[in-house]
């Protein structure tokens, strides 16, 4: 296995209080991304929908237009906002996830943008699996009376670093979008997610540890800060786990900023001390990763999609 991590990065995850007001979200967006740049970060991550509170009912009302793209300022106040945050702190910036509308489809999807330190987009991901849960009596949400599911697995390529997987919330239930990127070389599966008072203490450190042993890369889950006067309560707790499943760095519910730094070494030591990618037998089962999956590998800002391979017999 090739060394996935080029250069050691330290990350930092913005646990962010996030309110009705747009322009102010984004704002206190930027002032942390930049007291995480000024605390050394290379690579920054925001929360799902850090523009505007989580919920169906403001969906369409805070959603932009991204494409064609660039788009414009009045369309897309907060593509240019992370575009400028990414910019002024040289840092690659992870912008949680925005709701978006397409005009060409006419459907609304929960969107993520990836920018390189000079602020140009690396890559867009629209979350692909709708949180439609029922716990009767307890808890009860239907994104789909919204949203629209994106149809790819996003793995982005960060020029000075190696390549990220990119998931919203509850993408990071479904192991196969951390099995592929990890196998398409991802060191990191990123997941700005918005787990709740029900499932968060139930599965939010459980997923994010599954998906690192499963794959022995990092996982980072960036969750808004709880905010109990809102409609929806989020669990909070935005954490860092390492190859070896460890949770390296955990916030609580309040408005925080974690740090952790990522290195090469530990992804390998993991998986030399246990050599699972040596160890699969495909003979077996089938290798996910070599189908026909619907992914793309963006570098430099530009898409390709690789040659589906045989599967290994």
């Known amino acids: ?32 991304v930049l007291e995480a740049s000024q605390a050394g970060a290379n690579l920054i991550v925001l929360p799902e929908c850090f523009n505007s509170p989580y919920g169906c009912q403001y969906f369409p009302e805070y959603a932009e237009t991204l494409l064609p793209s660039p788009p414009s300022k009045e369309k897309a106040p907060s593509y240019h906002a992370l575009s400028s945050m990414a910019k002024e702190a040289d840092a690659y910036l992870v912008g949680g996830s925005i709701p978006e509308y397409s005009p060409d489809t006419k459907k609304h999807y929960n969107t993520s943008l990836t920018f390189d330190r000079s602020g140009k987009l690396l890559g867009t991901h ?8 029922d716990f009767p009596g307890k808890f009860r949400f239907q994104e789909s ?3 629209s599911a994106g149809n790819k697995i996003t793995i982005i390529d960060l020029p000075d670093y190696g390549k990220i997987g990119v998931a919203i919330c509850y993408d990071i239930r479904f ?10 070389g991802a060191f990191a599966l990123i997941a700005p997610g918005a787990f709740n008072l029900t499932t968060g203490p139930l ?32 669990w909070g707790h935005s954490m860092l786990v390492d190859p070896f499943a460890q949770v390296m760095c955990e916030a609580r519910e309040t408005e925080e900023i974690l740090y952790g730094d990522l290195t090469a070494e530990k992804i390998s030591e ?3 001390s246990i050599p699972m990618y040596e160890q699969r037998r495909f003979d077996v089962y089938p290798d996910i990763s070599a189908g026909d999956v619907a992914f793309e590998v963006v570098s ?6 690789e040659p589906a391979a045989k599967r290994a017999s």
């Open 300 to 305: 430099g800002g530009k898409v390709g999609k």
């Open 270 to 272: 993991t998986r030399k």
């Open 175 to 184: 192991p196969e979008l951390a099995i592929i990127s990890a196998r398409k």
């Open 203 to 234: 599965h939010w450190e459980l997923q994010a540890r599954a998906r690192a042993v499963d794959n022995q890369i990092y996982v980072v889950m960036c969750s808004p800060a709880r905010d109990m006067e809102a409609t929806y309560h989020a």
């Open 1 to 32: 296995m090739s060394q996935l991590l080029k250069e050691p990065i330290k990350l930092a995850i913005v646990q962010l209080a996030v309110g009705k007001d747009k322009s102010y979200n984004l704002s206190h967006a930027r002032s942390k």
């Open 145 to 147: 009376e919204v949203l």
């Open 126 to 133: 629209r979350k692909i699996h709708l949180f439609d849960i």
